[in-house]
């Protein structure tokens, strides 16, 4: 094992304030800069704008056919790219095949349609494991699926970003793509919950 | 001078067991969890650009982390010491000045080593982002057989262990991408293509595994004709 940081272990909100101190003090980092960056992930790249995906392909055959085809222009027709969506491949779950995405080797995540990854995935029990027996990793999440459904797991490994097109849930057939949308979890676009009618 | 160190190999969790029970989700969670996780992405990313780095270089600091520092703190702390990494490759900051800072900052006193004369890597994108135009050819067809090479790579890989050695099908020809392996040691971009490959669940992990199949993707490298 090799590490660089070998110094006794600081508290980590203190040693992100100490080095945020150095880099400001040197000219070398804009704490507005920052607050951007941060304003951006809290509030205007998170899973809505994936939702807003999910709802307009459950009601344009023809949006959902280029979806599939080419993921990345699609979603960029809704304004929906920028850092970690440089290729997008969307993958639909259906009555025989359920798609869920991971990343074992760090948590590469569609930023662009679901923004910063949720605690769960960055989880290294979830990296270890859904690779290795996804049925039981799911049904420990609270998805349990058909033994005839085949599961399809997606491990990105290149700059490639896997986006899941959950299946449309009985009874939303009166609803509006707004309202549809509305009931797109972040969860069901990642492969680990199923889309339900609250 | 290129400088490779080497991953700690803790960041190849893919198939490894012992870990427990899988994490609950948590639909209402924020972004960030404690005001410091924000400032440690935003400075990370913005360390990153300051280091004169790469993502590929970034990721493999974080791979360099022995299991204390990458876990202990969650995703937002190996983040954080990942940046310290390239910051101290490229000399913005000497070794001890974080912690010699941290001691100033609640009432001790150290000394703090002086700003060093800043190296950046010898390295200029020829692009924006991973993806590549290139002209070569692509070796590996949709529907053909493949290896997952058995490498040991001195550095940087994207290569997962629970791949090496296995058959699978290439699924989708993807875009030409830098490769990780040399663009993250500022070596050379070497784009070439990459593929996701099919593999049956029973050829990476045995008999008496789940039936499921599994994608991920192979860099050309990565990658040899299986007959």
């Not at chain 2, 490779?4 to 190999?9: K, P």
């Not at chain 2, 990313?45 to 990721?59: P, T, V, Y």
């Not at chain 2, 800072?101 to 009432?107: E, H, P």
């Not at chain 2, 990780?180 to 050379?188: K, L, S, V």
Request: charged letters at 25%.
């Amino acid at each position: 094992m090799s590490t660089d940081v070998t110094a006794d272990r600081i508290p980590i909100k203190l040693r992100t304030e100490a080095l945020e101190q150095l880099l400001v003090e040197r000219g070398l980092v804009d704490p507005n800069v920052m607050d951007a960056f941060i304003k951006t992930y809290e509030k205007d790249v998170g899973p809505l704008n994936g939702a807003k995906v999910v709802a307009k392909a459950w009601t344009d055959a023809e949006f959902k056919a280029r979806l599939l085809e080419n993921g990345t222009t699609t979603v960029a027709e809704l304004g929906f790219k920028g850092p970690q969506g440089e290729h997008i491949v969307v993958v639909e779950n259906t009555e025989s095949v359920h798609n869920v995405v991971v990343c074992t080797l760090c948590s590469c995540y569609p930023w662009p349609l679901l923004g910063l990854p949720p605690t769960w995935y960055k989880d290294p029990v979830y990296r270890a494991r859904v690779v290795k027996e996804p049925r039981a990793v799911l049904g420990e999440m609270g998805l349990s699926l058909p033994e005839s459904t085949e599961i399809t797991v997606w491990d990105s490994s290149s700059e490639v970003r896997f986006f899941v097109l959950p299946q449309r849930p009985a009874g939303s057939e009166d609803l509006s793509e707004d309202e549809l949308a509305a009931l797109v979890s972040r969860d069901s676009m990642v492969g680990v919950a199923e889309v339900v009618v609250s | 001078m290129t400088v490779i160190h080497a991953a700690s190999g803790v960041a190849d969790l893919g198939g490894a067991d012992g870990w427990g029970t899988a994490p609950v989700l948590d639909p209402n969670e924020p972004v960030f969890k404690e005001e410091w996780e924000g400032r440690a992405f935003a400075m990370s990313l913005l360390s990153m650009r300051i280091s004169g780095a790469n993502l590929d270089a970034f990721r493999h600091a974080m791979n360099r982390l022995d299991s204390e520092h990458y876990f202990d703190d969650g995703y937002y702390g190996r983040w954080l010491y990942g940046a310290e990494n390239l910051l101290m490759d490229s000399d913005i900051i000497a070794p001890g000045t974080v912690e010699a800072r941290a001691t100033n900052m609640t009432g001790g006193h150290a000394e703090e080593p002086a700003a060093p004369e800043p190296h950046k890597p010898d390295y200029a994108p020829t692009a924006a982002g991973s993806i590549r135009v290139i002209d070569a050819p692509q070796r590996f067809r949709v529907g053909q057989r493949v290896r997952a090479k058995i490498m040991h790579a001195p550095g940087h890989t994207r290569l997962q262990k629970y791949t090496q050695g296995h058959v699978g099908t290439v699924a989708i020809v993807e875009p030409a991408q830098v490769l990780p392996d040399t663009h993250a040691h500022f070596i050379a971009e070497n784009a070439q293509w990459v593929y996701t490959v099919r593999f049956d669940s029973r050829e990476l992990f045995g008999p008496s595994a789940e039936q499921f199949s599994l994608n991920t993707d192979l860099y050309e490298d990565y990658m040899e004709e299986a007959s």
